[in-house]
């Protein structure tokens, strides 16, 4: 019979899970880690280059193109057989090397993004990797809400404030200066610092660690630092943040 949980009480649910108030103990987590496996989707298994290169030959145009190449040689044309082939060997190496481009670019995306979850562990707020969360767990949300009315990045400041449904009649919405974060190339400190008017030295150098805003909301910015100087956001966030009914 299948769990409703959402029926049942918060002693009924933890007996369930064999979990309890304070959480899971540090080595209920590890053993039941080891039991069901990481909290991620099983990826497959990656092709190895030479899969890629002879998948770009399964396109029905470039078949067609074989089977002319082939035409062409058994007719004596030799030097169109060259070219076509050439030509097919060439677009089969350009594809190989924009699918393994695009690999990597997903993977770097994937470890830019790092999901965490805040849980309760031997009854301590403990931020973990998405992926090591188990069967049992205590996870703590957030609200949007926080995020959106209270915004302390810079750069969410600047995305909030390009958006034309938050804009004022008459006053020209701000412009993002600059290019994203080139995923090919190792960024050194705050990836959004180039993009950052407010950007301190120290953005450019090191990473800024998760400072506390609230028990469900952290932002990783220097400015939240108690050494930085004192920004004031933007108009926009200013009435953002009065209509959310927060203090900045």
């Known amino acids: ?30 053993e039941r880690l080891e039991r069901f496996g990481p909290n991620a989707l099983r990826e497959e298994k990656k092709k190895p280059v030479w899969q890629v290169f002879l998948e770009q030959f399964k396109d029905l145009l470039v078949v067609i193109l074989i089977a002319a190449a082939v035409i062409s040689m058994l007719s004596g044309n030799v030097e169109s057989t060259i070219v076509i082939f050439a030509v097919l060997v060439l677009n089969a190496i350009l594809g190989t090397v924009q699918y393994e481009k695009a690999e990597k670019s997903l993977e770097s995306l994937k470890a830019m993004s790092a999901p965490s979850a805040k849980v309760l562990r031997d009854g301590i707020r403990t931020v973990i990797p998405s992926a090591q969360v188990v069967p049992g767990d205590i996870v703590e949300l957030g609200m949007a ?17 390009s958006l034309p449904q938050l804009g004022v009649k008459g006053e020209e919405l701000f412009s993002i200066q600059g290019t994203p974060p080139n995923l090919f190339t190792p960024v050194h400190g705050d990836a959004f610092a180039p993009r950052n008017p407010q950007a301190l ?15 469900t909301h952290k932002a990783r910015t220097w400015l939240l630092d108690p050494r930085a100087p004192k920004v004031e956001p933007p108009k926009i966030i200013q009435k953002l943040n009065s209509e959310g009914g927060a203090s900045v």
Do not use: C, N
């Open 145 to 161: 809400e926080e995020i959106f009315y209270d915004p302390r990045h810079p750069y969410t400041w600047a995305l909030l404030s």
């Open 201 to 215: 030295k120290i953005d450019f150098v090191e990473r800024p660690p998760y400072f506390e805003v609230s028990p």
């Open 1 to 30: 019979m299948e769990s409703r949980y959402y029926s049942q009480t918060p002693e009924q649910v933890l007996a369930a899970v064999e979990s309890r108030e304070e959480g899971l103990t540090s080595q209920q987590a590890q």
